[in-house]
């Protein structure tokens, strides 16, 4: 039986140095689902709102047209990502890619998926400052502590 992959995924080098040892280390009949969290700013895009200020108004769309090009980054990213797999021995009708909105915050929303029927969660560490790190967390920390009968690991 496969194993069945949830690869937390972002355009960062970290992301896809977890997908190269993806690409490199795991069995290719895996099943891998290429998963990113999109900070939902959509409503944003929408406000048409009297109480917004003249200078907001005057941005809103430049930063939704930011928002879409950061969607679009993201997708490129995935295709580098499939080749990238493709390349290792995966078969490309087993590799999927998923967007979604942030519902819960990105952790909680990673570690939801992935209780659907993953048997592995694979990201790449975010670099922070140690200092930082000690009071902010990241991304991969709390994965690692919300994931509990979810194996987890975390490229470096």
Do not use: W
Request: charged fraction near 30%.
């Amino acid at each position: 039986m496969s194993q069945k992959i949830l690869v937390a995924f972002d355009d960062s080098d970290n992301a896809m140095r977890a997908v190269e040892h993806l690409a490199n280390n795991f069995k290719p009949d895996a099943k891998v689902t290429l998963f990113s969290v999109l900070l939902d700013t959509s409503d944003i895009c929408q406000m048409n709102s009297k109480e917004l200020t003249p200078y907001f108004k005057s941005q809103q769309s430049a930063f939704c047209t930011l928002e879409d090009k950061k969607k679009e980054l993201i997708q490129q990213a995935m295709e580098k990502a499939k080749r990238t797999l493709v390349g290792g021995g995966f078969d490309e009708k087993n590799i999927h890619t998923k967007m979604e909105a942030k519902k819960h915050g990105v952790a909680r929303d990673i570690v939801a998926e992935a209780k659907e029927g993953y048997d592995m969660i694979i990201m790449g560490r975010r670099g922070l400052s140690g200092i930082k790190e000690m009071f902010l967390g990241s991304v991969s920390q709390k994965v690692i502590s919300l994931a509990k009968d979810i194996s987890v690991s975390v490229i470096e």
